[in-house]
């Protein structure tokens, strides 16, 4: 089955500490996306990357960190300069960062603090 | 900057009525809009997209229009069922970026 995979579904941070969440994808897509959902908000764009090796901020960069060494994958880094990490995380991928893209989404990491 | 409204926020219908959601946005340059139905705790599932040119799209019991000149998107769902409750997320793509709304909370009752 082809799809986008994130994990883990709950996880906990204490403060100070650095977690990271982990996004896959077999979709053969380059571009992918992560965002950060809040409660009675939108979705907001914390970075996407359209190419291996490459990638760019989003509107709320700050106190997070990426990486794309692999095209199936797409780690986000949520450090501890992150001072309001609660959210529900969302990972999105799509054939080429463009207009008229489709953008599919994983099921979802909820970050909560200890 | 671009802005998505969607209102109401909250909705509930008996089941069989007809949904009607709205989707508002404040800069007309847009490449297309989307939407899509989130159920609780889950990820988004594209339910449509319509392109900048046309003026409705549709599946299955699912309609869309667009009105670019008025910065304004309808979603309706005919004869609602209970599997329709989820929130239902409004997205304009701006130059390869996509904007959201903060969605419409459906409840269908039996």
């Known amino acids: 089955d082809g799809g986008i995979t994130q994990s883990p579904k709950y996880l906990f941070r204490k403060e100070g500490q650095n977690v990271t969440l982990s996004c896959e994808q077999n979709l053969n897509h380059d571009a992918m996306y992560w965002y950060r959902q809040d409660p009675g908000q939108g979705l907001r764009l914390i970075y996407y990357?359209?190419?291996?090796?490459?990638?760019q901020k989003g509107d709320i960069a700050e106190g997070y960190s990426v990486s794309r060494e692999k095209k199936e994958s797409f780690p986000l880094t949520v450090t501890s300069a992150q001072k309001n990490p609660t959210a529900f995380y969302l990972c999105?991928?799509?054939?080429?960062?463009?207009?008229?893209?489709?953008?599919?989404f994983g099921p979802g990491t909820r970050l909560l603090v200890l | 900057k671009q802005e998505v409204t969607q209102i109401p926020a909250a909705l509930s219908v008996p089941e069989g009525e007809n949904l009607v959601l709205n989707c508002s946005f404040t800069d007309s340059a847009i490449y297309n809009l989307q939407w899509f139905r989130q159920d609780p705790g889950k990820g988004l599932t594209s339910l449509l997209l319509i392109q900048s040119s046309q003026r409705e799209q549709t599946s299955g019991r699912l309609n869309a229009s667009l009105d670019k000149s008025s910065g304004r998107s309808t979603l309706y769902i005919a004869a609602s069922q209970p599997g329709d409750s989820a929130t239902y997320l409004c997205a304009v793509d701006s130059w390869g970026k996509l904007q959201f709304g903060a969605g419409t909370q459906v409840v269908v009752t039996p």
């Open positions: 999105a991928s799509s054939m080429q960062r463009g207009i008229q893209e489709t953008q599919y």
């Open positions: 990357s359209q190419i291996v090796n490459d990638f």
